[in-house]
């Protein structure tokens, strides 16, 4: 079966430091993991995906993530956080057919 | 630009009222989704529909009933509103061949009194 775990509800940092969202995974087969972010009153926006090619995955707005299969973990960073990143981060995982698995969400915030 | 729409941003409707939200798609993809988000749940999928006329239920179909006459359009009924449904509803679309890359709607918050 597969699921996810964001191992962080509520994430904290300061203007121009470095971001580091946890996710880790259970699946049966080769995943396909993905990052989205929901800005207040917004749906829910792609960051960036992994499947199964390169291990270290670039996003959007300088996000990243790399995949470490022994670990089974697919955590977000970003060298340096901006104000405009404050918003919720949801961590997926693939299911079965056409099912995605979403992660509880972590919600940054960003201090000035 | 791709895009999802939904009827409302916001709905207050009352205990067993019939309700109805809206979701319209202009990528003519034949995936379409309803999930529920719920703070500290992320969010579950409701119904899913892979083609018109077809449906498939998720995690939480209860109370719960869905429409796709038209490839564009999937719409999400509740049969009759009860306060524990009270929450956010996500309505998102994928094409067959990248299906776990979805792309939502903004989202209606619905309060049931």
């Known amino acids: 079966a597969q699921s996810v775990t964001q191992l962080d509800s509520h994430v904290s940092v300061s203007e121009g430091t470095p971001v580091l969202l946890r996710c880790n995974y259970s699946s049966s087969y080769s995943p396909s993991l993905f990052w989205y972010v929901q800005h207040p009153n917004k749906g829910l926006q792609l960051l960036l995906k992994?499947?199964?090619?390169?291990?270290l995955v670039k996003g959007i707005n300088g996000f990243e993530a790399e995949f470490k299969k022994s670990e089974t973990s697919f955590h977000l960073t970003k060298p340096s956080a901006h104000m405009s990143d404050a918003a919720e981060y949801f961590c997926?995982?693939?299911?079965?057919?056409?099912?995605?698995?979403f992660g509880a969400g972590t919600r940054l915030f960003v201090k000035a | 630009d791709v895009k999802v729409t939904q009827s409302s941003r916001y709905l207050v409707k009352r205990t067993g009222e019939k309700v109805f939200l809206e979701c319209v798609q202009d990528?003519?993809?034949?995936?379409m989704f309803w999930y529920r988000q719920d703070p500290g749940l992320g969010l579950r999928l409701i119904y899913f529909s892979y083609d018109v006329k077809m449906k498939e239920k998720g995690d939480i179909p209860e109370g719960y009933s869905v429409s796709r006459e038209k490839k564009e359009r999937f719409s999400l009924i509740l049969e009759s509103a009860s306060t524990n449904q009270t929450s956010m509803y996500l309505c998102a679309s994928s094409s067959p061949s990248v299906p776990y890359e979805q792309y939502f709607g903004p989202g209606t918050r619905l309060t049931v009194t």
């Open positions: 990528m003519d993809h034949e995936n």
């Open positions: 992994y499947t199964s090619a390169a291990t």
């Open positions: 997926v995982v693939r299911g079965g057919g056409f099912k995605t698995i």
